[in-house]
């Protein structure tokens, strides 16, 4: 069929999907071929994922301390992170006790958050009237007021506050939270503090973009994907976690099974399956590791720095358009934006930039996939692709103006 999700086009720039590498191929066909099960024992998959989260802690400024996991990707790196943050902040026995006739557990994130967050705070039980959806700002930040008297609205209705979800780099326009005052206030009113930095906090990698994700380091658990930013190939994503105990206590489940032996095949001191929700695993560190070998890291800086210049540049393009406007603030590798056309309504250009967007993937000439920010449908752009250069964006402006003015 025609229209694979996450195809390898340089004009693929559609939710937020890596666009793969050779190496990354090679590296998950040798995995397959090996058959490595890298839920527990001693081997050399265990040891290439404890080198590969001690990289990822490395780029990303993180503590050395903390412990680590590949995920299939962003959402279980965000429901690991979550269920760390429950069963710590809980102050009861969670794991003997459940949560029947507790106190309810309350989660904040701004309304931009992800939906993998929705899915956490349900699939943990905790109902998604537990989830805080905070107003954000003109800048799709969140408004760190209204997160103050939510809390304590809640304190005082005799709720439990465990956990802000700070973003690095929202789902629809790459917002960035201002992460230092989230740290402030989770530690103020002893909450976790989780990040979901599924892309934006890869900005890190780069020197120039690293300032941008301030205060990526004092987050208790933080969320992030290698198949997105990092150009591997899916599956691959990554939670770290401030607390080695915490992370470990969350889900070590003894079984006689799977006990530890002194020697052989089920010795080795890190089991991973103890880290996280899957017993057996595939070996994804080695793609990751590879691909890191492979290029080096100041490649991948410059990969990023270069998918944000071109986002800008696209920006610019949209801006000096009189038949396009740009829709968010684009601080990162996403870019909101429309066709517009004086006299018609926003219902009208809703339907007519849904129209341009339907040509656009059915003609395969570019991917962009689409936002709806305050009831507006924009055509949206996220630059996750390695393959992309300056000029494609040239084309995507004048395939957008052409099939515009051509449905008016
Ligand atoms: C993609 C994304 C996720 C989910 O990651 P998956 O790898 O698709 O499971 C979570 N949060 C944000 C901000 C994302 O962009």
């Known amino acids: 069929m025609p229209r694979p999700l996450g195809n390898i086009h340089p004009r693929f720039w559609g939710w937020v999907i890596g666009t793969g590498t050779p190496m990354g191929m090679l590296a998950d066909m040798l995995c397959a071929g090996m058959n ?22 490395e780029m990303l400024g993180f503590t050395p301390e903390a412990s680590g996991l590949l995920t299939s990707g962003g959402s279980m790196a965000n429901i690991t992170g979550l269920t760390v943050a429950r069963n710590t902040k809980a102050n009861f026995d969670i794991r003997q006790e459940g949560l029947a006739e507790k106190a309810r557990m309350m989660v904040y994130a701004s309304d931009q958050v992800h939906n993998s967050v929705d899915k ?39 709720h439990q506050p465990f956990c802000i979800v700070g973003n690095a780099g929202t789902v629809n326009t790459g917002a960035i939270d201002d992460l230092n005052s989230l740290a402030d206030i989770a530690q103020a009113e002893d909450l976790w503090f989780h990040i979901d930095g599924a892309f934006g906090s890869l900005a890190a990698v780069s020197p120039e973009l690293r300032p ?57 001191n890190w089991w991973p399956s103890e880290y996280g929700v899957q017993l057996s695993r595939n070996f994804r560190a080695l793609k990751v590791w590879m691909s890191l070998k492979e290029h080096g890291i100041e490649k991948y800086g410059r990969l990023i720095k270069q998918n944000v210049d071109q986002v800008q540049y696209l920006v610019k393009l949209v801006e000096t358009h009189p038949s396009l406007e740009m829709m968010a603030p684009s601080p990162l590798n996403v870019a909101c934006f429309r066709f517009t056309e004086h006299g018609l309504s926003d219902e009208q250009l809703s339907d007519l930039n849904k129209e341009i967007l339907m040509q656009l993937h059915e003609s395969g000439v570019a991917a962009p996939s689409y936002a709806t920010l305050d009831g507006k449908f924009m055509i949206r752009v996220a630059n996750t692709n390695h393959r992309t250069r300056s000029e494609d964006f040239d084309l995507l402006v004048e395939e957008v103006v052409r099939l515009g003015k051509s449905l008016l």
């Open 212 to 268: 941008m994700v301030n205060g990526l380091d004092r987050a208790d658990s933080l969320a992030f994907d290698l198949h997105k930013w990092m150009y591997m190939p899916i599956e691959v994503g990554c939670t770290l976690v401030r607390f080695p105990e915490a992370h470990r206590n969350t889900f070590n489940t003894p079984a006689s099974y799977l006990a530890f032996m002194e020697r052989g095949m089920a010795s080795g």
């Open 120 to 158: 956490g705070v349900e699939l943990l039980g905790l109902g998604s009237q537990s989830l805080r959806k905070i107003p954000v700002n003109a800048d799709y930040q969140i408004d760190l007021d209204a997160l103050k008297s939510a809390i304590q609205q809640d304190n005082a209705a005799g």
């Open 36 to 57: 490595f099960n890298v839920g527990g024992g001693e081997q050399i998959s265990n040891e290439v994922e404890l080198q590969v989260i001690d990289w990822c802690k």
